[in-house]
């Protein structure tokens, strides 16, 4: 590299310092709920480990027991060394397949719904929605992709690596399914093809999609299919845990269905749950599939042993979902994302603390530290423009009088 491209590049770091943009990655070191930095501990509030199984000690234990317990031959590798059609498609990740259709296929049954999908896991949720949009729009067939304005950051990249000649894709306002309609309606004659791509709860303002709605407009043209991202659902909706889309009884209308293990599972990878044809496709032409080194077999045995307990920690749901109500009542209209928005119902455990610009993040950020919270400050490009904000999430871990230690310094 040059030294004319080093000298821009730090002038271009200077403006970010100087726009409170700057990044660097933490010096941490974590212990259950608290993550110590510069020798203090911090209460983690800034985690998407909203059941708080990330750091519970006796899963870990309980987990190594039952690996210890296995004849040797059987003890899952601690590398796949190679992609899954080549020599990584380990027992580990076949069984872990074959549990999550069994948790779809008992959701649906419980809701009196005849419906049966494949699942296909993936090494991560920015490798699924990197990777599924342009496998699935690779057929020469005109197809038109509507996404939320507010959709993460991996389906951006995803809805980038789809355009082409007969694909494109709009973006319609946030949750404003009106703006969405016309679209449709303005889509020309010769589409043949219409995905939805939506969030079921958005990552940064932590409200949800009305999938219900998103259900009734696909009713209405056959040429719609619907793409849901559950990353921020799964686990902490539903009656077993399996997202929004098991809560609000819209399981078989949803195309594709994402999740991710990355958060509420306290583990790694990503999964699509899709008709078996989509799946095959998709192992055909999903490049960060075919060309990923697999997931290492431990890793799927530690999902599937969080899998098993997923549908039982109903009691653990409904303590998060009180502590989060109690926390967005507490904040002032004025910090919330729609001011005039009632907040007597549950959406998330994320609740969005907006202050504007982002010394202004950045100073509350300080403040919640300095009282014992590891709280961020969120800024822009991750939000847009004159959003800067406290993204505080609650855990299942936490309890009621640390809630109202944090509201007090709100």
């Known amino acids: ?3 004319l491209i080093t000298d821009r590049l730090q002038v271009a770091l200077e403006d970010l310092k100087a726009n409170q943009q700057y990044r660097q990655l933490p010096n941490l070191q974590h212990k259950g709920q608290y993550v110590m930095s510069e020798g203090k501990a911090l209460l983690n509030i800034a985690s998407n480990d909203y059941l708080g199984l990330g750091g519970d000690i006796e899963l870990r234990t309980e987990f190594l027991n039952q690996i210890e317990q296995l004849p040797t031959a059987q003890i899952p590798k601690m590398s796949a060394t190679s992609s899954r059609l080549l020599t990584g498609n380990d027992i580990q990740l076949q ?14 049954d419980k809701q009196n719904i005849s419906a049966s999908k494949s699942v296909l896991v993936l090494n991560s949720g920015y490798h699924a929605n990197l990777g599924i949009l342009p496998a699935l ?3 020469p067939v005109k197809t038109l992709i509507l996404a939320d304005k507010l959709v993460h950051a991996s389906i951006i990249d995803g809805l980038r690596l789809s355009q082409s000649k007969l694909v494109t894709y709009r973006r319609y306002r946030h949750n404003d399914y009106e703006h969405l309609a016309r679209f449709i309606e ?6 043949e093809r219409i995905i939805i791509v939506t969030e079921s709860i ?11 709605q998103l259900v009734q407009l ?3 043209d056959a040429r719609i299919e619907l793409y849901v991202d559950e990353a921020h659902a799964v686990g902490i909706l539903g009656d077993t845990g399996l997202g929004l ?3 609000t ?4 209308d949803i195309d594709y269905l994402v999740g991710t293990f990355g958060k509420a599972f306290a583990s790694v990878g990503a999964y699509i749950m899709c008709d078996e044809a989509v799946k095959q496709w998709l192992i055909n032409h999903m490049r960060p599939l075919i060309f990923s080194t697999a997931l290492p077999p431990i890793n799927h045995a530690w999902t599937r042993f969080i899998l098993a307990k997923m549908p039982m920690l109903t009691d653990q749901r409904m303590h998060l979902a009180q502590l989060s109500i109690t926390l967005s009542q507490a904040i002032d209209p004025q910090h919330r994302v729609s001011p005039t928005a009632q907040h007597i119902s549950y959406d998330s455990p994320i609740i969005p603390y907006i202050l504007g610009d982002n010394a202004r993040a950045l100073t509350k950020a300080n403040q919640l530290q300095a009282a014992g919270f590891y709280a961020l400050p969120i800024r822009p490009p991750t939000v847009p423009e004159n959003t800067a904000r406290i993204r505080l999430v609650m855990n299942a871990k936490l309890t009621n009088e640390d809630c109202e230690r944090l509201i007090q310094q709100l």
């Open 218 to 220: 696909r009713a209405k």
């Open 202 to 212: 958005f990552s940064m303002d932590g409200d949800r999609a009305d999938l219900p």
């Open 137 to 139: 729009t690779a057929l």
């Open 1 to 3: 590299m040059t030294n």
């Open 245 to 247: 889309a098991e809560e």
């Open 95 to 108: 069984a872990l397949e074959s549990e999550l259709q069994s948790w779809y296929q008992n959701a649906t």
């Open 186 to 191: 303005q889509a020309d004659e010769t589409v």
């Open 249 to 252: 009884n819209t399981l078989p």
